[in-house]
């Protein structure tokens, strides 16, 4: 039977012979870089190990020259070495096993034709009867082989018996295969075992197709169509059970990796929290070592005057090298930053020296309220009424004067104070060249708000950007007046179009984020393993089940 593959596989922590000591096993690693050494050889790899992988590599290159007795040596060295198992090298000793029995078939016929001394006529006719002996020899050798195995290992019974069951059906024995299997086929392990059951299924197809008189190996469909219905029956018995056991096996097999992944998971995430507690622990002995240090040479340094002389006669360190702290962060904040020190020392802050007015000022430079807005409405007319007053009596006081000097009449007189009157019942006059003081009120800038009376205003004065906004009291001439309650219609219609699409939005769910790539990859994987209809690989059991089924199935 051909080999499985030519690289070692990989031992696990279970078993008889396997002793990794937490360390990765690197006879598995497969020279795949280019930068390692001849023969896979890394550094890290030990003296014992090289020429285990040394052993293994001539195991393989005498199987492949059918070199008998090397092999046989190479495999022996293996075998009793703790970095192997039983059950990862006895299809290599199956191997060798056939190697010996056909050398020794081989030789015994070298030895009879050198006794009889027979012409090269007759030894050409016998070469088609030499090699069936050679291979009736050999499978007789493997047979033996297995069976000495089935008995001595038990865990290996399952694996072991399929290979016996091939034997058999090479020899031409199809009975005792057919007994082989039915002894055993019920019990575990053997019932999960889809092999057993698809050669089960063969052999009952097989007998029944003899026991019809069918001539040769080969079944179609035509010689299906003249088996019993009793025969049928079991066939399809077997190949059903077949089927349930690959899709078990397969389950058992995706179990296996995830548990295996779970495992990795576990053994990695416990060998970080043990280096992270390993880190935390030398961190905090750093740290103690470096307080410890530190008191040591603030204790010594005795050179600031506010260390009181107590700490010096009693020698208490731990007071000492806080005292002297304190004075250091006294002496580096002292100024401007004064108040952290006393905010460290007594828990309160010390008086501010901020003016009283700015402090104000800076309270109330947030948006005010409606009550705010008419008090101050109310004091900007109240004004006005008195700039007005006071320029109407500047004007009466000097008429006579102006009358003289050329100014105007009386009653372009009247009507500019009748003007003036008007414009400071609306909104202060501007500015003259006179010391009049403005009755604007200029007012703080913004920056210097507390958060809170932004919170307070933020819903009734909000821009497009979501910044509070002061709109200043509308206190302009008629003309801007007119163009501002000519301009209120499309404002008032663009607000609340506004308001429906914030509503809209508001009624609206949010949208949501995409998934991230590993989210998606999980639910893909997760959807191929559990999808009945996804292509999943098939093994040949289920090909070769799935194909007999069909063919028993099409007749009836």
Do not use: C
């Not at 078939?105 to 001394?117: F, N, T, V």
């Not at 179609?220 to 169509?225: F, K, P, V």
């Not at 320029?391 to 006081?397: E, F, H, N, S, W």
């Not at 308001?499 to 994987?525: F, I």
């Amino acid at each position: 039977m051909p080999l499985h593959h030519f690289l070692p596989p990989h031992p696990t922590n279970r078993g008889e012979r396997t002793h990794t000591f937490g360390r990765p096993h690197v006879l598995a690693v497969a020279p795949a870089q280019a930068d390692q050494a001849a023969y896979g050889v890394t550094p890290t790899e030990t003296l014992r190990h090289q020429h285990l992988r040394k052993t293994f590599d001539i195991l393989h290159l005498s199987l492949l020259r059918s070199d008998g007795p090397r092999a046989a040596r190479a495999l022996r060295v293996l075998v009793r070495s703790k970095e192997w198992r039983d059950v990862e090298l006895w299809r290599y000793g199956l191997a060798v096993a056939g190697l010996l029995a056909r050398d020794a078939a081989l030789d015994a016929y070298a030895s009879a034709q050198a006794d009889e001394g027979d012409d090269g006529e007759q030894a050409e006719s016998s070469q088609q009867a030499l090699f069936k002996e050679v291979e009736e020899a050999v499978a007789q050798r493997r047979l033996a082989y297995l069976r000495g195995l089935y008995r001595v290992k038990p865990a290996l019974r399952s694996e072991i018996l399929a290979d016996i069951v091939y034997e058999l059906i090479e020899l031409k024995r199809y009975d005792e295969a057919m007994r082989e299997i039915e002894y055993v086929l019920d019990t575990h392990p053997f019932r999960t075992n889809p092999t057993l059951h698809l050669l089960a299924g063969i052999l009952t197809v097989d007998s029944g197709l003899q026991a019809a008189g069918a001539i040769g190996p080969s079944s179609t469909a035509e010689e299906l169509a003249d088996l019993p219905p009793a025969v049928r029956r079991a066939a399809e018995h077997h190949f059903q059970r077949a089927l349930s056991a690959a899709r078990k096996a397969e389950v058992d097999a995706q179990m296996a990796v995830e548990a295996r992944i779970e495992g990795q998971r576990r053994r990695h995430d416990a060998i970080q929290s043990r280096q992270r507690g390993r880190i935390e622990k030398e961190l905090e002995e750093e740290r103690q070592k470096y307080q410890i240090h530190e008191e040591k040479v603030l204790t010594n340094k005795l050179k600031f005057k506010r260390v009181p002389n107590r700490l010096r006669r009693n020698h208490n360190q731990t007071e000492l090298a806080q005292q002297l702290r304190l004075n250091k962060a006294e002496l580096a904040y002292s100024g401007p930053l004064r108040w952290a020190v006393t905010l460290a020392r007594e828990g309160n802050l010390p008086e501010s020296d901020v003016d009283d007015d700015e402090d104000a000022a800076s309270q109330h430079s947030a948006v005010p309220d409606d009550d705010e807005e008419a008090e101050e409405e109310e004091e900007e007319a109240e004004e006005a009424a008195a700039a007005a007053a006071a320029a109407a009596a500047a004007v009466g006081a000097s008429r006579p004067i102006r009358a003289r000097s050329g100014s105007p009449s009386a009653p372009a007189q009247a009507q500019a104070d009748s003007d003036v009157e008007m414009a400071g019942a609306n909104e202060p006059a501007e500015e003259s060249s006179g010391p009049r003081r403005s009755t604007r009120i200029s007012r703080p800038r913004r920056t210097l708000a507390a958060p809170e009376l932004y919170l307070n205003h933020g819903d009734e004065h909000d821009s497009d950007d979501g910044r509070d906004v002061y709109v200043p009291h509308q206190a302009q001439g008629d003309g801007e007046d007119g163009e501002d309650e000519a301009g209120a219609g499309p404002t008032t219609a663009a607000a609340a179009e506004g308001g429906a699409e914030a509503e809209a939005a508001a009624a609206a769910p949010a949208p949501q984020k995409p998934p991230s790539l590993l989210a998606t990859a999980a639910r893909l994987l997760e959807g191929w393993t559990k999808s009945e209809d996804a292509q999943r690989p098939a093994t040949w059991e289920t090909d070769a089940a799935n194909l007999y089924l069909s063919l028993l199935q099409s007749e009836e």
